[in-house]
């Protein structure tokens, strides 16, 4: 499988420079779930659908806060506009989650939990997880099912078009339960009409 991944942007003053950057744990995650990625940047804001040319799925990586800095908000709310009306895959990590619910009209909360804090999954999953957020979902995105919670933030949700996680499975030590997920997640067919394009925003 192939998948297109957004990058969480880094300020050097310095030099006034916007830098755009992964962490190479997240590429390599995605190789264990046999998805090659490429990362994209959000200067292509104008040429999105040759981005998703040859393209199975949409990474939403996480890191900055939505509205830190809203030529990344943009870009992706429009990248992900336009992987649910072409039928393509979803993995929103952290950041990628919330802005899932941000493009969904879902109000994002303040989290409760402390950064870097373990947390044990409630629901259908129950691993352990680390805590990177400062912000929270409560309410679960149109036609997906929440997997996982803990007290009363939604950790996880999934369509059969988008999977949602809170946590960063990248930097966990122990990644098996995030793969076997992941996989599922990537064996399910996409049903044409999972999301109904009278509910979607017009592109």
Request: glycine share 4%.
């Amino acid at each position: 499988m192939r998948a297109i991944t957004t990058q969480r942007i880094y300020a050097y003053k310095p030099y006034g420079e916007l830098w755009e950057c992964l962490d190479s744990a997240l590429q390599e995650f995605l190789l264990e779930c046999e998805i090659l990625s490429y990362a994209v940047s959000f200067t292509q804001i104008a040429h999105i659908p040759l981005l998703f040319e040859g393209v199975d799925m949409l990474v939403l990586s996480g890191g900055n806060d939505i509205g830190a800095y809203p030529k990344r908000d943009h870009f992706e709310l429009a990248l992900l506009d336009y992987a649910l009306k072409a039928h393509k895959k979803v993995f929103a990590i952290c950041r990628g989650a919330q802005l899932v619910a941000h493009y969904f009209n879902i109000p994002l909360k303040a989290s409760k939990h402390k950064i870097k804090a373990i947390h044990t999954l409630q629901g259908r999953l129950t691993h352990d997880v680390h805590s990177y957020h400062h912000f929270c979902i409560t309410q679960a995105p149109k036609d997906c099912e929440v997997l996982a919670y803990v007290d009363d933030e939604i950790e996880a949700f999934m369509s059969s078009q988008i999977l949602g996680v809170m946590w960063h499975p990248e930097r966990e030590e122990r990644r098996e339960s995030d793969r076997a997920l992941l996989k599922q997640f990537i064996t399910q067919s996409v049903h044409k009409h999972n999301i109904q394009d009278s509910k979607l925003k017009e592109a």
